[in-house]
């Protein structure tokens, strides 16, 4: 039984077939300005033949070749029929029947005209030649007097200007005509009969031509032409008068929908359903009859699969199957059709040029009241896009965007598959962490564009040198890691690691920029380090940390040290987050002596830390946390406030310090504003910026880009001193001594020791005092614990000392207390 629609359904329904005729209507539309574009080019074609028939009459009654104005005329014949025979009736009114017979009429009077001409022209030629014969008949007869030659010859001379069209000379001829005797000569009087007949000839030539504009066959046309951009006219006022009634009652159909949105949750889902239709216009429309013959596709049908309406109307949709769904799958299809009234589903149609296209396929089925199929309407959905949109996805998830490298994800999947491949076959594997060295500097300089290009020829690099079965993942920043399987021993992750270590030590030019870099690399091995994905990875991290501890641009191996000690600095990086918030980090400040006067010129502020839970944690274990946990932006601030604190207090006491020397870390100088900074905690404290020294490690020298430097300039324009620490420990900076703007050099502790029994420390402890006084720097040494190593170093002109000969680090209030035995 047919079950009446309810009234989503019929709003459903009603929305479908106002489309269809919308679709209708533009195609109808489009057919009328083509076919009044035909019609109207055909009558003006008409208009142009008559004009140039009406030109020809003019100028053309003598002498005169018909054949051209003959095709002219059949060729207006040929085009008048085509009208005659067109469907302009149909669209524009019978009444252009009467307009078309009145046409055909006033060219056949035309043509009849023409005849007649052509008849009256042809004769009057052969008059002619007639004459001309017989007036050399004349010409050459003795009996015929000079004077009746000249009359004769006269007579045709004006007879041909007659029939030329010149005017005037039509009297002189009746005259000559009138008043000429009979002559004894026979020629003479054929002559005057034969020129009397020619010149009535030649009068009747010119009737037709009156008769021709009597005709008007040009008004005929014009008025034609006039009714039909009338009556096209009108056509065009119907269609937007169309238009805005399809506009009203889209409207009105939306009110009806939101009316219905608000009945039900189900009337909402129809309503969605409908409003699709009119909103995602993009969506490639089909519409069958109930014979499944195509009647109308929209243009984003055409966009889909290509097929325009002119290649599809009248055939079958089975025109789009590809063959890559078999038969079963149709008839599943319609099998559903039939049940359902409507079909969805994924498939794939084969476009007009031979491509497969994934399409969302919708099929609904129109019926009329009484339950007859009307219409099969189908819904495309260009899925090509979303497909690919899918697959990058899909990619991105498991890879890096940039190097395009498998990302994190990836690794721990695959390293899971290959763990458990290792332990089924008993076979081992290594990972080895990868870290670039310095790349945050090159990032923070140079910019990060240059640092994305630098990591994709890192990416490259590493890849041509390790093996086809293993693998490489980026999974950070600038950590990248290597999964090496199936090794024997240790020697195949080092010699891997080797070949790393060298390629990415090779210069490379990056943006215009010539780089060089270095890598640190962590390894651990299964099952000698590890049995779990989680341990693997967190000991190859570990190893590379111990690396980068132990000078850079090195591998190494995980031991059982590491584990302790990586677990120790996890619980230090921990404790050391909340350490300013607990207030657990302080100063102590060691007096710096001028060797010569023995006297406090300066202090150099030293970072301590006492944890609750940690107890005393030296420097040298949470400073390089800090630093590589980017604790030492906020930490380093705080030593810098504290500091200037300290000298204005100290200053306030009565205990005058030249200077205080603060140790600022590579990481500060990657704040854009570290300059700033430094000037506005003077400028809050009332200091002046040349009681500042900031120490500088000689590892910063040697790393140093264009930015850093800039930095360093900017500090010394500001009036900062510059003085770099643990001088002597690097192999490249003394080049650079000359170019930098340095104030201080501070021979490192390492060189101080031995004083003055080492030779080898006594000839660098001179060789370092010799240069940095040739250049007009101050000189300080670190770690003087005997009187010894004092006497030398002033006896060799080092200006300022420091150690626990003098004073251990102070705190300020044990500081101001020591500082008073100087006063």
């Known amino acids: 039984m047919f079950r009446k629609p309810d009234g989503i359904t019929l709003t459903l329904l009603f929305i479908i077939s106002a489309f269809i005729g919308v679709m209708f209507y533009l195609n109808n539309k489009s057919n009328h300005e083509q076919n009044f574009a035909v019609y109207y080019n055909k009558l003006g074609a008409l208009e142009l033949i008559q004009k140039d028939y009406d030109s020809f009459l003019h100028t053309s009654l003598s002498f005169t070749n ?116 009979i002559n004894k000569e026979k020629n003479i009087n054929y002559f005057y009969k034969q020129a009397k007949v020619l010149q009535t000839n030649i009068k009747n030539l010119k009737n037709p031509l009156q008769e021709h504009y009597t005709l008007a066959l040009g008004d005929k046309i014009k008025t034609t032409m006039i009714r039909l951009e009338k009556s096209n006219a009108l056509k065009n006022k119907e269609y937007q008068q169309l238009n805005l009634l399809f506009t009203f009652s889209l409207i009105l159909l939306l009110i ?226 290597v999964t090496l399987q199936n090794i024997t021993n240790n020697d195949e992750p080092a010699r891997v690691a080797t070949k790393i270590l060298y390629v990415l030590s090779q210069p490379v030019t990056v943006l215009g920029h010539i780089l060089n870099t270095s890598a640190s690399i962590g390894i651990s091995t299964y099952p000698h380090d590890a049995v779990d994905m989680v341990d693997l990875v967190k000991y190859a991290d570990s190893a590379m940390y111990r690396a980068k501890d132990l000078g850079k641009n090195r591998f190494h191996f995980f031991t059982d040290e590491l584990s302790l000690d990586m677990n120790h600095r996890l619980e230090i990086e921990q404790e050391l987050r909340n350490a300013l918030s607990k207030k657990e980090l302080y100063l102590n400040f060691q007096p710096q002596y001028n060797l010569v006067s023995e006297r406090v010129v300066s202090a150099e502020a030293l970072l ?94 040697m790393e140093s880009t264009t930015n850093n430097l800039t930095i360093l300039d900017e500090l010394r324009t500001s009036g900062f001193k510059i003085s770099i620490d643990d001088f002597g420990t690097g192999y490249s900076s003394m080049s650079y001594l000359k170019t930098l703007p340095i104030d201080t050099i501070k021979i490192d502790k390492s060189f101080v020791d031995d004083l003055p029994t080492n030779l080898n420390d006594v000839a660098i402890s001179k060789a370092i005092i010799a240069l940095s006084n040739s250049l007009g720097y101050h000189t300080v040494a670190e770690g003087i614990e005997n009187v010894e190593q004092q006497k030398f170093l002033c006896e060799n002109a080092c200006e300022i000392g420091q150690g626990y000969y003098f004073s251990r680090p102070l705190d300020k209030e044990a500081f101001f207390e020591f500082m008073k035995s100087f006063a």
């Open 256 to 481: 009806t929908l939101m009316f219905l949105h608000n009945k039900s949750l189900k009337q909402k889902k129809h309503m969605r359903l409908t409003a699709t239709v009119f909103d995602n216009i993009e969506e490639g429309i089909l519409v069958t009859d109930a014979n499944q013959k195509i009647l109308s596709v929209n243009k984003a049908f055409k966009n889909i699969l290509g097929y325009s309406p002119k290649d599809c109307i009248g055939l079958t949709p089975k025109m789009l199957q590809s063959q890559h769904q078999g038969p079963e799958f149709y008839e599943n299809m319609w099998e559903e059709i039939k049940e359902n009234d409507s079909w969805k589903g994924r498939i794939q149609d084969r476009a007009k040029d031979g491509m497969l296209v994934t399409t969302w396929l919708s099929i609904s089925v129109v019926r009329d009241e009484d339950g007859e199929i009307l219409n099969y309407i189908s819904i495309h959905t260009n899925l090509s896009e979303i497909i690919k949109s899918q697959e990058r996805i899909n990619f991105l998830a498991y890879h890096d965007s940039l190097t395009e490298l498998p990302n994190r994800l990836n690794f721990e999947e695959h390293l899971e598959h290959s763990l458990q491949f290792a332990q089924r076959n008993g076979t081992k594997l290594a990972i080895l962490f990868i870290d670039l060295d310095r790349f945050k500097v090159i990032n923070d300089t140079l910019g990060h564009h240059v640092g994305d290009e630098l990591l994709i020829k890192v990416a490259q690099r590493i890849e041509d040198v390790i093996r086809d079965l293993d693998m490489l993942y980026r999974i950070g920043g600038d950590e990248f890691v």
């Open 608 to 701: 301590r830390w006492k944890n609750e839970k940690l107890g005393i944690v030296p420097p040298d274990k949470f400073i390089p946390i800090a630093e590589d946990s980017g604790l030492i932006i906020e930490i380093g601030e705080f030593v810098f406030r504290e500091s200037c604190a300290f000298l204005k207090a100290s200053n306030e006491a009565g205990h005058k310090l030249e200077r205080i020397a603060i140790n600022v870390s590579t990481q500060q100088f990657s704040e854009k504003n570290i300059v700033t900074i430094f000037n506005n905690i003077v400028k809050e404290y009332g200091l002046d910026t040349s009681c500042i020294e900031i120490e500088i490690t000689e590892r910063y020298i």
């Open 66 to 181: 018909y054949d051209g104005i003959t095709r002219q005329l059949g060729e207006f014949d040929k085009i008048l029929k085509e009208l005659e025979k067109s469907k302009i009736y149909e669209a524009f009114g019978n009444d252009f029947k009467s307009n078309f017979s009145i046409i055909r009429k006033t060219y056949l009077l035309e043509s009849d005209l023409l005849e007649y001409q052509k008849s009256m022209n042809a004769i009057i030629i052969n008059s002619i030649h007639y004459l001309f014969d017989l007036r050399k008949s004349i010409a050459i007869t003795s009996s015929v007097s000079m004077q009746e030659k000249q009359n004769v010859d006269d007579v045709l001379f004006m007879m041909m200007q007659l029939f030329s069209g010149l005017e005037g000379q039509e009297n002189v001829i009746q005259n000559i005509l009138k008043n000429t005797p």
